[in-house]
T-cell receptor, first 114, second 115 residues
Framework: AQSVTQLDSQVPVFEEAPVELRCNYS??????LFWYVQYPNQGLQLLLK??????LVKGINGFEAEFNKSQTSFHLRKPSVHISDTAEYFC????????????FGQGTELSVKP | DTGVSQNPRHKITKRGQNVTFRCDPI?????LYWYRQTLGQGPEFLTY????????KSRLLSDRFSAERPKGSFSTLEIQRTEQGDSAMYLC?????????????FGEGSRLTVL
């Protein structure tokens, strides 16, 4: 079955510290992978995407993620977080034969403290 | 604003009433998706359209739920005889025509509260 698993439901971190949000996927959703961010009472905004090619993907707001096929992971990283990064982050995956439908993980709440 | 538009943004209703949500996708996008998101969870797929054709429905979409996209432009999601368990954020997303790269563009959602 297709699945995307986010390993941490909450990640508290101090401002300017590095952060990693972990995501694992099943092989059936390995064709393309995404990270979305959701601020309170808002829709989802795309942070970055992996379709093919380089396994290190850079996104907006200084975030990057690395596609690791052998470990079926797509972890999100940022070297130095800001208060404004406090939000819910979702990993999602899909494949071309699924009509563009994405399967989402359960979400990770990133809380950046001063 | 050329993004995905959803309305109403908030709807409070009593159990047993019918509600309808509307989604206007980005104009050149031919695929339209509905997702449901409950508190503390990721979005769950409900259904999607390619133009006016509804191509897939999730098992989450019970008989009380119906979605339409009559002219391949805007879409409506109707919930009949609402139950408290229907309380959630209903998200609409669209994606462009052609080979899908997978990126979905989301609206801000319609939050339903069933009392």
């Amino acid at each position: 079955a297709q699945s995307v698993t986010q390993l941490d439901s909450q990640v508290p971190v101090f401002e300017e510290a590095p952060v990693e949000l972990r995501c694992n996927y099943s092989s059936s959703v390995s064709v393309y992978l995404f990270w979305y961010v959701q601020y309170p009472n808002q829709g989802l905004q795309l942070l970055l995407k992996y379709l093919s090619g380089s396994t290190l993907v850079k996104g907006i707001n200084g975030f990057e993620a690395e596609f690791n096929k052998s470990q079926t992971s797509f972890h999100l990283r940022k070297p130095s977080v800001h208060i404004s990064d406090t939000a819910e982050y979702f990993c999602a995956g899909g494949s071309y034969n699924q009509g563009g439908k994405l399967i989402f993980g359960q979400g990770t709440e990133l809380s950046v403290k001063p | 604003d050329t993004g995905v538009s959803q309305n109403p943004r908030h709807k409070i209703t009593k159990r047993g009433q019918n509600v309808t949500f509307r989604c206007d996708p980005i104009s050149e996008h031919n695929r339209l998706y509905w997702y449901r998101q409950t508190l503390g969870q990721g979005p769950e797929f409900l259904t999607y359209f390619q133009n006016e054709a509804q191509l897939e429905k999730s098992r989450l979409l019970s008989d009380r739920f119906s979605a339409e996209r009559p002219k391949g432009s805007f879409s409506t999601l109707e919930i009949q005889r609402t139950e408290q368990g229907d309380s959630a954020m209903y998200l609409c997303a669209s994606s462009p025509r052609g080979l899908a790269t997978g990126e979905l563009f989301f609206g801000e959602g319609s939050r339903l509260t069933v009392l």
